[in-house]
């Protein structure tokens, strides 16, 4: 929002009013208008309130998640500012100014006034003046990054639906010769029977067969990624989903010598979901647990009712929904901060012979639901995926 652009406060332009002429300005640090450009210049949302929860100021990032002009509402309550929607991030302003202790690492959603929302890391920590003495406190909102990612490189839905409707439309087109492929290698096969050299004809045979049946694979994936066709929703036991899952990676797991905890939460509420969808999505991040464990470690399940008061419940317009939340943890390699804003990405694989679609398409099923996906992880200690979702009636 330009008009807020606080380098434009500074020295007015010598040289003439209609031709806007950008001359380098000299930062002196420690002065106003170093503190006036770092803020503007970060890329975290940062909201101060006063000790009545007055709106007392702002930076072009808060204004840009929220997609509110701010300026106008200086001195209003935090309440109206960040309009109903957002009472957990009031809330959090508010437990903080009560407390006088700073509260980080809040996973929240911010909605915009044009009622999209974003997943943001929203912080909260008390602000005290020179003295010492308590003025207000700061809300600091940090877009989820790999939200951030998928909306700026994909440009999420429309470039993925775009890619989803190109690969949909090659995978269609390349499937049938692949087919004929196939047919013609399995009737070779049978023609090689009796030759001298069978054995090593048979072998090359089925090299062409097992790639072939892996090429359908990989379309069969690239399929998913094209627009969602209205999926039925009906009710869906998680638990049976999970341990479905749990049956059809025991082969892989039981090879890498990989332990499972479960821990079920016997009054979990059904979900209303599009099962075959959830099923992939489970199997999908069990699978990478497993593939992070090659030499063994514990992978647990848990279900439950998420603690995190601000995941227990989410609004929609259909009013308050409860949430579930399912976590999938493994010990293993865990995940390096550089990887961590590609992971959702549509082809982004560390694995030879990975395909990369795994989580992409985990969290847009996920999404679809209207949940969403947290990742916790520490290099060389493991990782966490928690699936959150709605629970509809
Ligand atoms: N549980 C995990 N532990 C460590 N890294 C992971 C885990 N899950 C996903 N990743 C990382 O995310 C990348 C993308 O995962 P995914 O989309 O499933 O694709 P693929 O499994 O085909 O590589 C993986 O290549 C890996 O680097
Ligand atoms: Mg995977």
Request: avoid cysteine; charge should be negative; hydrophobic fraction near 40%.
């Amino acid at each position: 929002m330009p008009k807020s652009h606080p380098r434009n406060t500074g020295a007015p332009n010598e040289e003439s009013n209609d031709t806007p002429v950008t001359k380098p300005i000299e930062l002196q640090p420690g002065s106003r208008e170093y503190y006036e450009s770092l803020l503007y210049s970060l890329t975290e949302g940062i909201l101060v309130f006063d000790m009545e929860l007055r709106l007392a100021g702002f930076n072009r990032a808060a204004e840009e998640m929220a997609l509110l002009p701010l300026a106008e509402s200086l001195g209003r309550p935090a309440s109206d500012v960040l309009g109903k929607a957002n009472e957990p991030l009031v809330e959090l302003a508010l437990r903080t100014l009560e407390t006088g202790r700073p509260h980080t690492g809040f996973s929240a959603e911010i909605f915009r006034q044009d009622a999209s929302r974003a997943p943001v890391e929203a912080s909260a920590a008390p602000m005290d003046d020179a003295e010492g003495r308590p003025v207000g406190v700061l809300l600091v909102l940090r877009e989820a990054s790999r939200i951030r990612e998928l909306e700026e490189e994909v440009k999420k839905s429309e470039r993925l639906a775009y890619l989803g409707t190109m690969a949909a439309s090659v995978a269609h087109e390349v499937r049938n010769p692949l087919g004929g492929i196939k047919g013609a290698s399995q009737l070779l096969r049978d023609e090689v029977r009796g030759l001298p050299n069978e054995e090593s004809l048979a072998e090359y045979i089925n090299v062409v067969i097992r790639q072939v049946d892996r090429l359908t694979g990989i379309l069969d994936s690239l399929k998913g990624l094209s627009k969602p066709v209205a999926p039925k929703l009906l009710p869906v036991n998680l638990h049976s989903l999970l341990d479905e899952a749990l049956t059809l990676m025991a082969p892989d797991m039981k090879k890498h010598k990989v332990k499972v905890r479960r821990d079920y939460d016997p009054s979990m509420p059904e979900v209303v979901a599009n099962e075959s969808g959830l099923s992939g999505v489970f199997i999908n991040l069990i699978k990478n647990a497993v593939e992070a464990m090659p030499r063994g470690g514990v992978l647990t399940l848990v279900t439950g009712i998420p603690s995190d008061f601000l995941y227990s419940t989410i609004k929609t317009d259909k009013g308050k929904k409860t949430m579930v939340a399912v976590k999938v943890s493994d010990t293993g390699s865990g995940i390096e901060d550089e990887a961590m804003k590609d992971i959702f990405n549509p082809f982004y694989s560390t694995k030879g012979g990975g395909l990369g679609l795994g989580l992409a398409l985990s969290l847009k099923v996920v999404e679809e639901h209207g949940g969403t996906i947290k990742v916790d992880t520490e290099p060389g200690k493991g990782t966490v995926f928690t699936v959150y979702l709605p629970v509809y009636r």
